[in-house]
């Protein structure tokens, strides 16, 4: 229902989301607007979704352009917009990467990647990792850490194990030749933003090549130019067998993908996967009008470059408060020795910055990589402030 102003009010929602006060109308770039007119700097951007800003004009006029033509196109079906958008995705992926599956999603492409490992190598055992998060279906879920999103719906998915992240020696422990996959993010997200140690995605690889298991790769947050490359792998030359990406792939549009190489291709059969809406001509032309954009405006280099300013700025905080800053690219996590909601709530109400948590005491900033110089910097003035 509404008010006769317009304004949203009570509405027959499921109570799934801790809601903020605020209502958001209208977006540009990095800037959101509420229902009174105020501006907010978006250090949310839809949870990592928004990696060319709101409404980019090339983005907006690429689903304008494709829902006139097309929107919907069954997988049984070829499409012209799927096939181009494939074949550009393949382009830029590492070598070996060349299969592809679009799906609606992050946790629909990390259920794809979990059937997919399972029929590939005949094996059930699956082993992921602490603090890890890949999502709220059953199948994802159940490699998901946190007690408190797994414990009411158990029982989940057997024969999942969870391993310190970060600890190759805990991974050569369990890791046999039961192991179906490994999966791993290469920066934790929501796990506190937690860059993989050196070595570890490399040493990972090379236990699941003497194992036999194959090693899934949860880029769902950080492709895409998120953290200064268009895939975080490229900053440890690692090769999955699976990768798994979303958020900004279509700017806004849900879409996922999974992309494989050549074992798994080869196992898999019309039957052992599929999506009702999973690769329609829509989600596709809005995904390569966003690989447009990361091109043409060269927003991986503008993501170093604006990240290196951003970490020497945020290394400077003058407060007893900030234990650690962790990060890569525009994928920022600023944790304190404290809670991080009240400083969240402050960002918010005193200087209309929004921002995310990542755990309990991690201040996360995801911000479209479109964000200028200016608005970064009055993203750091701010945290200053709440922060000193």
Not at 35 to 54: M, P, Q
Not at 216 to 243: C, K, N, S, Y
Not at 293 to 302: A, F, K, P, T, Y
């Amino acid at each position: 229902m509404t008010r006769s102003d317009n304004r949203v009010t009570d509405m027959p929602e499921l109570s799934l989301y801790p809601k903020r006060n605020l209502t958001i109308i209208r977006g540009a770039g990095a800037t959101l607007w509420d229902e009174d007119g105020h501006t907010y700097i978006d250090c949310i951007g839809g949870h990592g979704v928004a990696i060319v800003g709101h409404s980019h004009p090339l983005l907006v006029r690429a689903i304008h352009d494709q829902s006139k033509r097309l929107i919907v196109c069954p997988g049984t079906l070829d499409n012209d917009m799927r096939t181009h958008y494939i074949s550009r995705l393949t382009d830029i992926t590492p070598e070996g990467l060349d299969y592809v599956f679009l799906a609606n999603s992050g946790t629909e492409a990390i259920e794809a990647a979990i059937k997919f490992a399972r029929v590939t190598t005949g094996r059930t055992k699956l082993v992921a990792t602490m603090r890890g998060f890949h999502g709220r279906t059953m199948g994802a879920l159940s490699l998901t850490w946190k007690k408190a999103y797994r414990q009411p719906f158990e029982p989940l998915v057997p024969d999942i194990v969870h391993i310190p992240y970060g600890n190759i020696d805990a991974a050569r422990s369990i890791v046999d030749e039961h192991t179906a996959a490994i999966i791993v993010e290469p920066i934790q997200g929501e796990g506190g933003v937690r860059p993989a140690p050196e070595g570890y995605l490399q040493s990972l690889r090379k236990l699941c090549d003497a194992t036999g298991a194959l090693l899934i790769v949860d880029e769902v947050q950080t492709g895409f130019g998120r953290t200064g490359a268009m895939f975080a792998i490229e900053h440890w030359d690692v090769i999955p067998d699976i990768l798994c990406l979303a958020k900004g792939i279509a700017g806004g549009i849900p879409m996922g993908a999974v992309i494989t190489n050549e074992r798994v291709a080869s196992i898999l059969r019309p039957g052992h996967h599929g999506s009702t809406f999973g690769g329609n001509p829509l989600a596709c032309a809005a995904a390569l009008a966003v690989l447009h954009i990361i091109q043409s405006e060269n927003l991986v280099e503008r993501a170093r470059e604006k990240s290196q300013w951003l970490f020497e700025q945020l290394a400077r905080l003058p407060s007893q408060r900030v234990r650690e800053v962790r990060g890569m690219g525009l994928m920022v996590g600023i944790e304190l020795r404290e809670r991080a909601t009240p400083y969240l709530q402050r960002l918010q109400e005193e200087h209309h910055i929004l921002a995310l948590p990542a755990g309990p005491n991690v201040i996360r900033l995801l911000p479209p990589l479109v964000i200028t110089g200016k608005e970064l910097a009055r993203v750091v003035d701010a945290l200053y402030k709440v922060l000193s």
